[in-house]
């Protein structure tokens, strides 16, 4: 499939049709899906309908955006008006929301054509797709094993050229891990940077949307739509938004002024010898195309992760607390009373990894534990970021493998949740400090499988992080190859 600014072209110079782009993803979904499994609903009539829209623009003459015709999938965690938004959960199956989120309606209001709502771990707690209540996504390089999580559906669509584009969130890797295992660009933004209104909560302060793109450019664009500060959400920052795409260069020079930090905890111990290899050649190709590169020391990154897995529940605890079966969503019909309508509903409605981070988190936040725990996981969230600060005090980039390793097979994990969770290990400090990340392929390991490169900058810094990322990809041709689809079923 064509990249966004290809397919523009097309359509401006009537070359082709939305509604013929449409179409043709469409069949593609279809003859994909019984494989794949990448979307919990095809939205085929809403698409072809706005695809419609954007052909009687052009028709009439009239100019349109970058996004106009373009397929695009949305994870299914941000409300779309008319359309299910279940979040991969039983207790949201028949949930109907009544308006848009921020992100879709600014889509829409560009012209962009949603093919469908994206599989993902259930309220997006998991790392590998596995936990959804409906159906399991394989990764398109090997449809045996994982595509990442949680964002899984909306990376393997793009992946398998499913969509153009998606949309994502991440809590803590949900976008940069599966990026990493899918062979695709992810960007995790600065936080505030993207409106949240919409998004269903799983962690408040630490949940953001972000893009999915074959290339750097397609996720820039996607990301200049959906940025911006948006009143309905308190957390949005009201600065300006560059254009992300517009000064993109095949390099990084003048030589030497600019300055990549490589984090030497991420590297060693833990860490898949092919994927240190891999990442190690990549460091050395943004050296020769112009960058001075150092060892950055940020001595509290590895407690990202215990710190995190307080953190998350414990917001996630106040957070799913509304789904009780009365409001809206499922509800258990085996009670009879209140109280025991409340319980069945969600020991039936939610699903075991959900169920234990609701547990993990209220035990983080009752009385004789919160100051031990909670207070305790706040302060060191805190040393992170200092850790970060002073690190961009002596460069404008980090840089460090985006996973320990790449893809495992469906059910590896499953059965130990600790080993689930170093998945994330890379990511997730990134998240605590609130900082833009992103991820894109830097090679394959033996099996054939997609290996990322996760890029750090200060907040506000998504240009950079573009410009630099653009400059490795346009160097290389990793990002050029495509799935098979193959693997066992």
Known sequence: MASIRELHTQLVNKERSAVEITQETLDRIQSLEPKLHSFLCVTAEKALEQAEAVDAKIAAGEEIGLLAGIPIGIKDNMCTKGITTTCASRILENFVPPYESTVTQKLFDAGAVMVGKANMDEFAMGSSCETSAYQLTGNPWDVSRVPGGSSGGSAAAVAAEECVVSLGSDTGGSIRLPASFCGVVGMKPTYGLVSRYGLVAYASSLDQIGP??????????????????????????????????????????????????????????????????????????????????????????????????????????????????????????????????????????????????????????????????????QKVRTLIKQDFENAFEQVDVLVCPTAPATAFKAGEKTDDPLSMYLTDLMTIPVNLAGLPGLSLPCGFDDQGLPIGLQLISNVLREDLLFQVAYAYEQSTDWHLRKPSLGGKE
């Open 212 to 377: 999915f793109g074959r290339s750097v450019e397609d996720a820039a664009i996607l990301l200049n739509t959906v940025a911006g500060y948006d009143p309905k959400d308190s957390t949005s920052l009201n600065v300006p938004i560059p254009n992300y795409a517009a000064n993109l260069r095949p390099d990084l020079k003048p030589k030497g002024q600019l300055k990549i930090g490589v984090i030497k905890e991420t590297f060693g111990s833990g860490l898949d010898s092919v994927v240190e290899q891999a990442v190690t050649k990549a460091i050395e190709q943004l050296q020769a195309l112009g960058a001075e590169v150092h060892v950055i020391s940020c001595p509290r990154f590895r407690y990202g992760l215990p710190s995190y897995y307080i953190i998350a529940p414990s917001e996630a605890s106040a957070n799913l607390a509304r789904y009780d079966g009365v409001k809206y969503g499922y509800r258990s019909e085996d009670a009879d009373n209140l109280m025991s309508m409340y319980t069945s509903t969600r020991a039936t409605g939610f699903g075991p990894e959900v169920k234990r981070r609701i547990m993990i988190g209220t035990y983080a936040l009752s009385a004789g534990y919160y100051d031990a725990y909670y207070l305790k996981a």
